[in-house]
């Protein structure tokens, strides 16, 4: 019987220089997708997965996402005291349930993997999820709850991947399998932003895993890899050495928010997925073109 899993780690330390100055005052986490923050979705995907406590990992400049996750009684007050319901209700839709949230702070920006590390007291003797929140997913079951049902199925460590866009292998995290049948497949290694041609396949590893907490060990004494920086991936390939992994090609399609034209994306396709709002926005882009 695998252990369920509870919990969840959100790295939400990043500068997001990709989408500046807009995240030099916002936190990147909190830019708007159509009309609500990438997290609200995040959390939303999260929660679908049964996922019951977020750790976020925090830095310098993210106290917004502490205040996102709060009530705020004046406004809250003055859209109930207008009649205005339907706000209020989206105002309060992403709240936490009271000690459903943590936050722990990274003190330095020193890579995803001693982000997750940071989280480990919290997270404790058990499985748990990471989430990364700049790769927003569209899919019909959560992307999160997919990992999730896979690690019920096999146990173990699992990795949500997918198909790379031609010549962009060498910014991601790319995972080697051990034969491709159907969509989750047993691995036998990945490597953390391979230079192009090196690639030992064209999946790259999209931001949603399940991990054994014995991940924390091996983060604590991991060295610094690609970009100078501690990498989850390093350390995976050396949990691997005692565990299994199995990448899951989710089923959805996956926008990198981090990036300019990922996030135009994501507003566009989000926009048009939504019944209030896909007529007037299919009208608008047809304007524009
Ligand atoms: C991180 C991971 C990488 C993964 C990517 C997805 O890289 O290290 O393996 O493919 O997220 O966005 P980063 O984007 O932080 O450089």
């Known amino acids: 019987m695998t252990k369920r899993v509870r919990k969840a780690v959100v790295p939400v330390a990043g500068l997001g220089t990709r989408v500046l100055p807009g995240s030099k005052t916002t936190p990147k986490e909190l830019l708007n997708v159509v009309d609500r923050p990438i997290l609200s979705y995040v959390v939303e995907e999260a929660r679908a997965a049964g996922i019951e406590h977020f750790v976020f990992v925090t830095g310098r400049g993210k106290g917004a996402i502490e205040d996102y996750f709060d009530h705020h009684i004046e406004l809250e007050a003055q859209l109930a005291a207008?009649?205005?319901?339907?706000?209020?209700?989206?105002?309060?839709?992403?709240?936490?349930?009271?000690?459903?949230?943590?936050?722990?702070?990274?003190?330095?920006?020193?890579?995803?993997?001693?982000?997750?590390?940071?989280a480990r007291d919290i997270i404790g003797d058990e499985p748990f999820a990471v989430i990364l929140p700049d790769m927003l997913m569209m899919a019909k079951t959560s992307a999160m709850a997919q990992v999730v049902q896979a690690h019920?199925?096999?146990?173990?460590?699992?990795?949500?991947?997918?198909?790379?866009?031609?010549?962009?292998?060498?910014?991601?995290?790319?995972?080697?399998?051990?034969?491709?049948?159907?969509r989750l497949n047993r691995m036998t290694g990945m490597v953390e932003k391979p230079p192009l041609g090196t690639e030992p396949s064209n999946l790259l590893i999209s931001g949603r895993y399940v991990l054994q907490p014995e991940i924390f060990a091996l983060l604590a004494r991991q060295g610094k890899g690609a970009g100078g920086e501690i990498q989850l991936t390093d350390s995976m390939v050396e949990l691997m050495k005692a565990q299994t992994f199995h990448a899951l090609e989710y089923d959805g399609i996956t926008y990198d928010c981090g990036d300019k034209?990922?996030?135009?994306?994501?507003?566009?396709?989000?926009?048009?997925?939504?019944?209030?709002?896909?007529?007037?926005?299919?009208?608008?882009?047809?304007?524009?073109?």
């Open 82 to 118: 207008k009649g205005k319901t339907d706000i209020l209700a989206d105002v309060v839709r992403d709240l936490p349930k009271p000690g459903e949230m943590s936050f722990v702070r990274q003190m330095a920006p020193l890579g995803l993997g001693h982000a997750v590390w940071c």
């Open 152 to 182: 019920e199925k096999v146990g173990g460590n699992i990795i949500a991947v997918e198909p790379a866009p031609a010549g962009e292998t060498h910014k991601y995290g790319i995972v080697a399998l051990d034969g491709r049948e159907g």
């Open 261 to 289: 034209i990922g996030l135009l994306r994501a507003n566009v396709a989000f926009a048009l997925a939504r019944p209030d709002l896909a007529d007037a926005a299919r009208a608008a882009i047809r304007d524009l073109l």
